[in-house]
């Protein structure tokens, strides 16, 4: 063989010759390279190389010898222009043009549906019923003309070096095909979704190409596909089209391609372990993806999609290498100096440029002038080439690529033969494929081996399969194609088996082909007239051999199509055609011609192949395409000014397949047996009589042509769930998500509770202390009482004792549940659990509901069952006692818990005020099924004094229950009867004032002697007060007495009778004759009230122009003297005549009023909120818009549809409000701005409901996006993973590798992210409840801070670039810059440490903390600070209220011991544990601005304080009296101070300031209402008597009896619509007044009702500013 000669030749200084990997390498050392020869024009035609004797290389053998002996030597100093790989500036003047990547060009009109991008063919036969009816048929026929299996596969490769137009359009658009119902190829694939597994798949998955994006936007723009390689032969199936695609594959050594020899396989391509982006469809045999690993690296990324294309891609790869070695042989030649590894290494670069530039141009010179006269039977003389053409445009055409070029699909065949030299051709093994029945078969099954050549090639090599192909009649030039192709193509997994036909006539439709007649006549080809006119003149032959019909009519053109084929052509089209006149209205011609134009080019021009090949249709196209690529390409090897002498042109074009394959046959694994002249024949493309193989020897051997029938079957199409894998990831991420809220709200619970077990323990530890010295004799136990099976068990503490007492107090011990009497019982049952875990136990007693108990465990019952026995037996007690042992569930069961006997008395409370009101029994009693002896149980009923005491709302122990339960009890039995009950009732009911001052007068009658001496009324009035915890000191109460008894003219008497009693109480009758008793849960008839309350105003408006409005607010003057000021008590029953206004009439009006003075009372509050939420809709609606109608063909937004619209638009949402929280939480910021005009817009106080409103807002979006990206991700995982890798590019994987949800979810930084944004978000707002607030506020300040971790995150979502690019910092850059350098400022504030002067431990767990100012401190009463205590952590802060006033020199905080912390501080700072220590120091930070503030700013200000809720009114008090000391001059004109308290000995402190305020206000600027809560409502008996004994006291020392304060106080809650209805009459300049208020919920929501109620009609509008606690 020739190569083998050149390697035999004597080589100088005894060289040698060494192989290393995949090359030759030989040694020598002086020969001496000549000059490059100059290029001359070649001469045309075939090569004038011929060998002179059988010694002379042939032409085109590939030695160095060969080529010096033609003149031909490499010069790397010489400078020459490298070909590009992209295929740019091959053309100067037009540098783009022939440029991969670019559009397709046209040559036939656009035919687009709507002219621009819709698909063509809307009114053309379905594809897959053309592709069945043109080309379904019988194959393995041979070529007419011996075409070889090797020329077709040839073929692919030349078309895969100029177009790669399949990769999908991204975004996807899908260009489905709908498959007929009688399509029997596809009827076993069904879809694996689990909705719906057993329906049949209607239609195969086509995605439309990937299209320029300047294109398809206007009809003189049409869309066109794009080209991702260039068209010229320029080696891109070897080297690919961009450099850092040559780069992977190369060696970077001898200017070699990298082989596997790191494998042991020196003679193939490295495998792709780097991950080049190879093509890598699913192997449809297997039906899964397989790596892409184990592909060959090549310059063309479908160069491994079937073995006999990757054979031909090996073959290239050697070639090269060959070239390489020749190279280096001819340096080392010029350069004996050096070394082989030195040239290797200093001219690599050089050799492989040098290397390439020959292939490329041998590769050239074969397609032109070997392959294409074969496959085209054509004499390129004929097309003779001219020189370099600048103005001709190269560009691949869409007809070509959709339709022309595809004319190759008739001639392949359904496998391909493997024989060696002698022509012994191989059969498949189990090695040869992965189909499980391969074995056996002559040839290697087309349809099996898709995207599985590695297997059958590294089996017996590549040179079988050359000789093989070489050796094979290729399938005939007609319309039939084989199964492999029209039925059983690879395709995705979803649908692994395609129709390709179909999807050529689609792939046509998808570029805008026009019909095959309109595309005739743009051709300027002859119009065919009928569907029959299709198929040439020639005869039809079906059976005859090819070699026959080719000697007999060597010089005719023969036609296979059969008219049969023809005729159902026309039957689909006419049908068609009527179908659509049905469905259109039109009338069209179905007949002649007319049917042509619903054919599309494809199945048109493959009916007219001939012998010759593609028709004249087809062959014009292909013809026209490859000699403009020729003409067009300035580095083609023939242009004399191109890059080639005429020496080297010349040898060029000697240069042939065969040459090639005998080059690089000697570097596979499976050498040729004898010549390499004889294995294959001189023209591989053409199997001729005399060839090499072409006589089969005996009958063994497979046919000329293969036939399907040999083979084994293809496997069959199947379809895939791409959600498979997704479903258990799905659930359990999705729980994980539910259970992360579920786990917040546990964590809160939990805590919360442990926090309030801590606090309890302290609690209980200041109470041991307090308690301290005081002996304890009662012995407690802890339990559960049962309270029946609704309501479960409760904690509690059960007290033996004192005396004949059980006491069931809770498990703080300052709330007693209920308390039994035993000293009126003669017996107790013990009922006690005898089975199950035996802890519970029951106290039965007569008139009363049963005790039931239930301990953790046996021994501590036991325990408790022994000291109760003892207890009951005392000689103090003495009651006797059973004990019985049942079952648990009858002791339950049989239990009367206080649920039964409530409903008893409440029955009892019924029966008793219809006897009253001489009523029959209520109708509902009836219904309820009361029978007689259930009334006879009601009418016998005793109530016992803890049930009389409840009913009364009071303590049993109380002296007055104690006195009325006694006064009752006639027959002093211990409890009160039916009969004993209703005669009291009566008395409160129907009495008089004088049968009620009797009553009274009985019940203090303590000595029964008919006489109540001073102690005795003095007692009664102390029972009064007990009752409510008030407390008066004896001196006052002495003066009441005294005054009253004056007042009466008894001043001498010590003793009252009755009659004196109630000539005392004389003055009082109309508010006695109203008193009666309340009554829990009793309804009592009600007397008609006094015509002048003491206690409230109800404001009556009626339906006339004017009406009269009562008030208590106005003063009265007491002209006791010059100098005497106007009293601060005020007048509670002048009556106010009122302007006249108009009642609204309708509901419209009234409606109307109310919108205009809501807007006009909260039109900064609604000009901010309005203003937020139309900018985020806007947001929302822009997002929204943009991926509904911009980007609705674009990314997720086509799997997802409409769902991405709605999460992107919360996502911008959520970004915009979120960012938005960090301005409303400027609290400096904010302090600063409500300070300037800007106050008069926009209401800063309202900034921490904004804030909290935003808040929900974010949640609600946050909700929303999560959602619905839940549901996007679901979409996702169902996508192939082809479209997954268009639309989310970002997120690279491996082609083999489907991405499942848990890939999405966890595997992603969008995905992971989002879901700890998720968690985050239900921490932070868990524990941001006001249930936290309250109880773990450490907790809550620890997960707001949060924040900064919660925007990382969000920083980091957005980063992956899932749907769209980071898109937040335009949100959140601005306000986090504005809340850094707010919290900057106080951070540079609030590390000051403050030394604290003095520390005061006030009643109801209040602590006063006094601590100096710091320099430049300015702030203004009601404003508050926060505070940190360095002992208890300086980074926990805790916002409080200034109590002290800004011209007062310390500061000072009044702190209610209420939660961990606050208890904290008050331990901190007791006197008693820091003894002689000093105060801890503070940090603190403010001050800030609060709606308080501003009370100076309106005429008339009312200040509402409730609780602890009163600390900013104690500092606006003292700066009012400071202002007023001072005659500052304020706009305020009267303020208006209500306190609401239980009870004033809660904050003294603040009595204290009060009465500062009354001695300093000269100017009558405050006026102030205390409402004690404690007591009773204003008609009850009791509060009755001390309205008497306030009112008293009043007269005679214009003070409070209760606080000592001139202030008026109140018995009761506060009717606050009245009192302020009341101010409208008292102020009626007054066109606004503000109202602050401070307190608990309740408290501060009737003072908001009771604003929105008045705001509804004319007058002054109330201006509500609240805060809660």
């Given at each position: 063989m020739l190569l083998q000669r050149w390697l035999a030749q004597p080589q100088t200084n005894n060289t040698t010759t060494m192989m290393m990997d995949s090359t030759i390498q030989t040694d020598s050392s002086t020969v001496t390279l000549p000059s490059r020869v100059s290029a001359t024009q070649p001469p045309a035609g075939p090569s004038t190389l011929e060998p002179t004797d059988p010694s002379t290389p042939r032409p085109g053998e590939l030695t160095y010898e060969n080529l010096a002996s033609l003149g031909i030597k490499f010069d790397y100093e010489m400078e020459q222009e490298w070909e590009g790989y992209d295929g740019w500036y091959n053309n100067l003047a037009h540098p783009d043009w022939g440029g991969a990547d670019l559009p397709l060009t046209r040559r036939l009109p656009v035919a687009y549906e709507d002219g621009v991008f819709r698909p063509a063919g809307y009114d053309r036969p379905n594809p897959m019923n053309l592709s069945r009816a043109s080309m379904l048929g019988d194959t393995g026929l041979g070529s007419f003309r011996g075409r070889t299996a090797l020329m077709t596969f040839f073929g692919q490769q030349v078309v895969e070096e100029i177009l790669d137009a399949q990769r999908p359009g991204c975004p996807p658009e899908y260009f489905n095909i709908k498959i007929p119902e009688d399509y029997e190829a596809f009827q076993d694939v069904t879809v694996v979704n689990r909705e719906r597994q057993n329906q049949i798949r209607t239609e195969l998955p086509l995605l439309r190409s990937r299209y320029s994006f300047q294109t398809g936007y206007a009809p003189n723009v049409p869309r066109e596909q794009l080209n991702e390689i260039t068209p010229w032969f320029d080696g891109g199936l070897v080297y690919g089209i961009s450099k850092a695609w040559a780069d992977a594959l190369r060696e970077f050594d001898g200017g070699r391609l990298r082989s596997n020899a790191a494998r042991g396989e020196p003679y193939y391509p490295e495998e792709n372990t780097i991950g080049l982006p190879m093509a890598n469809p699913p192997n449809p045999t297997v039906h899964k993806h397989l790596d892409s690993k184990r592909f060959f690296k090549l310059g063309n990324p479908r160069g491994n999609e079937n073995p006999f294309l990757l054979t031909f891609g090996i073959v290239w790869f050697r070639w090269h290498n060959v070239w390489c070695d020749v190279i280096i042989k001819g340096l080392m030649e010029d350069h004996s100096e050096l070394s082989r590894d030195e040239i290797e290494h200093e001219y690599d670069e050089y050799i492989f440029n040098e290397a390439r530039k020959w292939v490329i141009a041998t590769y050239q010179n074969i397609v032109y002038y070997e392959w294409l006269p074969v496959f085209l039977n054509i004499d390129m003389e004929e097309y003779e080439y001219e020189g370099y053409k600048g103005y001709i445009h190269p560009g691949v055409t869409h007809e070509f690529q959709s339709a022309a070029m595809r004319f190759g699909h008739t001639l392949v065949p359904p496998g391909v033969y493997r024989r060696d030299d002698k022509c012994n051709f191989r059969k498949t093994t189990p090695f040869s494929s992965y189909h499980p029945h391969a074995s056996g078969h002559y040839g290697v099954r087309t349809c099996n081996s898709f995207w599985n050549p590695q297997k059958s090639v590294r089996e017996f090599g590549i040179e079988e399969y050359l000789m093989g192909m070489a050796a094979q009649i290729?399938?005939?030039?007609?319309?039939?194609?084989?199964?492999?192709?029209?039925?059983?193509?690879?395709?995705?997994?979803?649908?692994?088996?395609?129709?390709?036909?179909?999807?050529?006539?689609?792939?046509?439709?998808?570029?805008?082909?026009?019909?095959?007649?309109?595309?005739?006549?743009?051709?300027?080809?002859?119009?065919?007239?009928?569907?029959?006119?299709?198929?040439?003149?020639?005869?039809?032959?079906?059976?005859?051999?090819?070699?026959?019909?080719?000697?007999?009519?060597?010089?005719?053109?023969?036609?296979?199509?059969?008219?049969?084929?023809?005729?159902?052509?026309?039957?689909?089209?006419?049908?068609?055609?009527?179908?659509?006149?049905?469905?259109?209205?039109?009338?069209?011609?179905?007949?002649?011609?007319?049917?042509?134009?619903?054919?599309?080019?494809?199945?048109?021009?493959?009916?007219?192949?001939?012998?010759?090949?593609?028709?004249?249709?087809?062959?014009?196209?292909?013809?026209?395409?490859?000699?403009?690529?020729?003409?067009?390409?300035?580095?083609?090897?023939?242009?004399?000014?191109?890059?080639?002498?005429?020496?080297?042109?010349?040898?060029?074009?000697?240069?042939?397949?065969?040459?090639?394959?005998?080059?690089?046959?000697?570097?596979?694994?499976?050498?040729?047996?004898?010549?390499?002249?004889?294995?294959?024949?001189?023209?591989?493309?053409?199997?001729?009589?005399?060839?090499?193989?072409?006589?089969?020897?005996?009958?063994?051997?497979?046919?000329?042509?293969?036939?399907?029938?040999?083979?084994?079957?293809?496997?069959?199409?199947?379809?895939?769930?791409?959600?498979?894998?997704?479903?258990?990831?799905?659930?359990?991420?999705?729980?994980?998500?539910?259970?992360?809220?579920?786990?917040?709200?546990?964590?809160?619970?939990?805590?919360?509770?442990?926090?309030?077990?801590?606090?309890?323990?302290?609690?209980?530890?200041?109470?041991?202390?307090?308690?301290?010295?005081?002996?304890?004799?009662?012995?407690?136990?802890?339990?559960?009482?049962?309270?029946?099976?609704?309501?479960?068990?409760?904690?509690?503490?059960?007290?033996?004792?004192?005396?004949?007492?059980?006491?069931?107090?809770?498990?703080?011990?300052?709330?007693?549940?209920?308390?039994?009497?035993?000293?009126?019982?003669?017996?107790?049952?013990?009922?006690?659990?005898?089975?199950?875990?035996?802890?519970?136990?029951?106290?039965?007693?007569?008139?009363?509901?049963?005790?039931?108990?239930?301990?953790?465990?046996?021994?501590?019952?036991?325990?408790?069952?022994?000291?109760?026995?003892?207890?009951?037996?005392?000689?103090?007690?003495?009651?006797?006692?059973?004990?019985?042992?049942?079952?648990?569930?009858?002791?339950?069961?049989?239990?009367?818990?206080?649920?039964?006997?409530?409903?008893?008395?409440?029955?009892?409370?019924?029966?008793?005020?219809?006897?009253?009101?001489?009523?029959?029994?209520?109708?509902?009693?009836?219904?309820?099924?009361?029978?007689?002896?259930?009334?006879?149980?009601?009418?016998?009923?005793?109530?016992?004094?803890?049930?009389?005491?409840?009913?009364?709302?009071?303590?049993?122990?109380?002296?007055?229950?104690?006195?009325?339960?006694?006064?009752?009890?006639?027959?002093?039995?211990?409890?009160?009867?039916?009969?004993?009950?209703?005669?009291?009732?009566?008395?409160?009911?129907?009495?008089?004032?004088?049968?009620?001052?009797?009553?009274?007068?009985?019940?203090?009658?303590?000595?029964?002697?008919?006489?109540?001496?001073?102690?005795?009324?003095?007692?009664?009035?102390?029972?009064?007060?007990?009752?409510?915890?008030?407390?008066?000191?004896?001196?006052?109460?002495?003066?009441?007495?005294?005054?009253?008894?004056?007042?009466?003219?008894?001043?001498?008497?010590?003793?009252?009778?009755?009659?004196?009693?109630?000539?005392?109480?004389?003055?009082?009758?109309?508010?006695?004759?109203?008193?009666?008793?309340?009554?829990?849960?009793?309804?009592?008839?009600?007397?008609?009230?006094?015509?002048?309350?003491?206690?409230?105003?109800?404001?009556?408006?009626?339906?006339?122009?004017?009406?009269?409005?009562?008030?208590?607010?106005?003063?009265?003057?007491?002209?006791?003297?010059?100098?005497?000021?106007?009293?601060?008590?005020?007048?509670?029953?002048?009556?106010?005549?009122?302007?006249?206004?108009?009642?609204?009439?309708?509901?419209?009006?009234?409606?109307?009023?109310?919108?205009?003075?809501?807007?006009?009372?909260?039109?900064?509050?609604?000009?901010?909120?309005?203003?937020?939420?139309?900018?985020?809709?806007?947001?929302?609606?822009?997002?929204?818009?943009?991926?509904s109608v911009e980007r609705e063909f674009a990314g997720l937004r086509t799997i997802a549809g409409y769902g991405v619209t709605v999460t992107r638009g919360a996502a911008s949402a959520m970004m915009f409000t979120y960012s938005s929280l960090l301005v409303t939480m400027s609290r400096n910021t904010i302090t600063y701005l409500r300070e300037t005009f800007l106050h008069r817009f926009v209401d800063f106080d309202f900034f921490l409901t904004l804030h909290k409103m935003i808040a929900f807002e974010a949640l609600g979006f946050s909700i929303l996006h999560t959602i619905g990206h839940s549901i996007n991700f679901y979409h996702i995982s169902t996508q192939p993973a082809g479209d997954l890798t268009c639309l989310f590019r970002n997120f690279w994987h491996r082609s083999n590798e489907l991405p499942k949800f848990h890939y999405w979810a966890w595997g992603t930084i969008t995905g992971f992210t989002g879901i700890l944004l998720v968690i985050f978000c239900a921490v932070i707002y868990t524990f941001a409840l006001q249930y936290s607030r309250r109880r773990v506020f450490k907790l809550f300040w620890l997960t707001h801070n949060l924040w900064v971790v919660y925007f990382i995150l969000m920083f980091l979502h957005g980063s992956g670039n899932l749907v769209q690019p980071p898109f937040l910092w335009f949100f959140a850059l601005g306000p986090l810059i504005w809340y850094t350098l707010d919290k900057l400022v106080s951070i540079a504030r609030n590390k000051a440490e403050i030394t604290v002067t003095d520390a005061q431990l006030l009643p109801s767990g209040v602590t006063m903390l006094e601590f100096k100012r710091p320099v430049n401190f300015d702030y203004k009463s009601g404003q508050w600070v926060r505070i940190a205590c360095k002992v208890l952590g300086g980074s926990e802060y805790h916002p409080f209220t200034l109590t002290s006033a800004p011209h007062e020199e310390n500061l000072s905080l009044h702190i209610r011991a209420i939660g961990p912390w606050t208890i904290n501080v008050r331990k901190t700072y007791d006197p008693n544990a820091l003894r002689d220590h000093p105060y801890p120091k503070l940090y603190l930070d403010g001050p800030y601005g609060e709606g308080h503030q501003d009370w100076y700013q309106f005429e008339v200000s009312v200040l509402v304080g409730g609780g602890i809720g009163v600390t900013p009114f104690a500092s606006i008090l003292k700066d009012i009296v400071f202002r007023s000391q001072t005659n500052s001059k304020i706009n305020c004109k009267k303020v208006y101070f209500i306190w609401v308290t239980r009870t004033q000995k809660h904050f003294e402190w603040l009595t204290d300031i009060i009465r500062d305020v009354e001695e300093k206000d000269e100017k009558d600027l405050v006026s102030t209402h205390i409402f004690i809560t404690q007591f009773f409502q204003k008609f009850d008996l009791r509060t009755t008597m001390l309205y008497i004994c306030e009112r008293h006291f009043q007269k005679i020392s214009n003070r409070s009896l209760f606080t000592g304060l001139q202030s008026v106080t109140h018995f009761g809650r506060p009717h606050f619509e009245s009192f302020l209805g009341s101010l409208q009459d008292e102020h009626p300049e007054a066109s606004k007044v503000g109202v602050f208020s401070c307190g608990p919920p309740g408290m501060t929501s009737n003072v908001e009702k009771a604003c929105v109620e008045l705001n509804k009609y004319d007058g002054a509008a109330f201006m509500h500013h609240f805060e809660n606690f």
């Open positions: 290729t399938e005939r030039e007609d319309n039939i194609i084989t199964e492999d192709l029209q039925r059983r193509v690879f395709g995705p997994l979803d649908f692994s088996r395609r129709d390709l036909m179909a999807v050529n006539i689609q792939r046509g439709r998808d570029h805008g082909l026009p019909d095959y007649q309109t595309a005739r006549e743009a051709l300027g080809l002859p119009t065919k007239m009928s569907v029959a006119d299709i198929r040439p003149g020639s005869a039809e032959f079906k059976n005859a051999s090819f070699f026959e019909k080719f000697v007999e009519n060597d010089s005719e053109e023969f036609t296979g199509v059969a008219n049969s084929t023809l005729e159902d052509l026309e039957i689909v089209l006419r049908d068609h055609c009527l179908e659509m006149n049905l469905t259109t209205g039109k009338q069209k011609t179905c007949e002649g011609q007319e049917l042509l134009y619903l054919l599309d080019i494809w199945p048109g021009g493959i009916l007219e192949t001939t012998s010759n090949g593609p028709g004249e249709l087809f062959r014009s196209i292909i013809l026209d395409q490859f000699i403009r690529i020729r003409d067009a390409d300035r580095f083609w090897f023939e242009n004399p000014r191109g890059r080639f002498s005429e020496k080297e042109i010349e040898y060029i074009r000697s240069v042939k397949l065969k040459d090639v394959f005998i080059a690089v046959s000697k570097w596979g694994n499976h050498t040729f047996k004898g010549s390499a002249e004889d294995a294959i024949q001189d023209n591989p493309f053409i199997l001729e009589k005399g060839d090499k193989c072409f006589t089969r020897v005996n009958g063994t051997e497979p046919k000329l042509t293969a036939d399907e029938t040999d083979m084994e079957d293809c496997t069959p199409p199947k379809s895939f769930d791409y959600f498979g894998g997704s479903q258990a990831s799905f659930a359990l991420s999705y729980a994980a998500l539910g259970f992360s809220v579920v786990g917040a709200v546990s964590l809160l619970i939990i805590f919360a509770k442990w926090q309030a077990r801590k606090t309890e323990e302290k609690r209980k530890e200041i109470n041991r202390k307090s308690r301290k010295g005081r002996p304890e004799k009662l012995t407690t136990y802890e339990a559960q009482e049962w309270q029946g099976r609704r309501k479960g068990c409760r904690p509690v503490n059960v007290m033996l004792g004192p005396g004949a007492i059980i006491k069931l107090n809770n498990e703080r011990g300052n709330q007693t549940f209920r308390t039994i009497d035993l000293s009126h019982h003669q017996k107790v049952t013990l009922w006690v659990s005898a089975d199950g875990k035996q802890r519970f136990m029951t106290l039965k007693l007569e008139r009363e509901y049963d005790l039931v108990l239930r301990f953790s465990d046996t021994e501590i019952r036991q325990e408790f069952i022994s000291k109760v026995e003892s207890f009951l037996g005392s000689p103090e007690v003495g009651v006797g006692r059973e004990r019985l042992e049942v079952k648990e569930t009858d002791l339950l069961n049989s239990a009367i818990t206080k649920d039964h006997r409530q409903r008893t008395l409440e029955k009892f409370f019924r029966h008793a005020f219809a006897s009253l009101s001489q009523e029959e029994l209520d109708p509902e009693d009836v219904a309820s099924g009361i029978d007689r002896k259930d009334l006879s149980d009601i009418l016998t009923c005793e109530l016992t004094k803890s049930e009389f005491a409840e009913m009364l709302s009071m303590k049993p122990d109380s002296v007055f229950v104690e006195q009325m339960f006694d006064l009752i009890d006639k027959d002093m039995s211990g409890a009160i009867s039916f009969r004993e009950f209703l005669d009291v009732i009566v008395i409160f009911a129907k009495g008089k004032a004088d049968q009620k001052l009797k009553l009274m007068f009985d019940m203090y009658d303590l000595d029964r002697s008919g006489h109540l001496s001073r102690d005795e009324f003095k007692h009664m009035l102390k029972s009064m007060m007990d009752i409510v915890s008030a407390s008066v000191e004896s001196e006052r109460l002495d003066e009441v007495v005294n005054g009253m008894f004056s007042n009466a003219g008894f001043e001498n008497k010590e003793e009252l009778s009755l009659d004196d009693f109630i000539s005392l109480m004389a003055e009082h009758r109309n508010e006695l004759e109203a008193a009666a008793l309340q009554l829990e849960g009793a309804d009592v008839p009600e007397q008609n009230a006094p015509s002048l309350a003491p206690a409230k105003t109800v404001i009556r408006r009626e339906n006339a122009p004017t009406r009269a409005r009562k008030t208590i607010v106005r003063a009265y003057g007491d002209g006791r003297g010059a100098n005497a000021r106007i009293k601060r008590t005020q007048s509670q029953h002048v009556k106010v005549s009122t302007v006249s206004r108009t009642y609204p009439q309708t509901n419209g009006t009234r409606y109307y009023n109310t919108v205009v003075r809501l807007i006009e009372n909260y039109k900064r509050q609604i000009f901010i909120v309005v203003l937020y939420n139309l900018v985020l809709l806007g947001i929302f609606a822009e997002r929204a818009y943009y991926y």
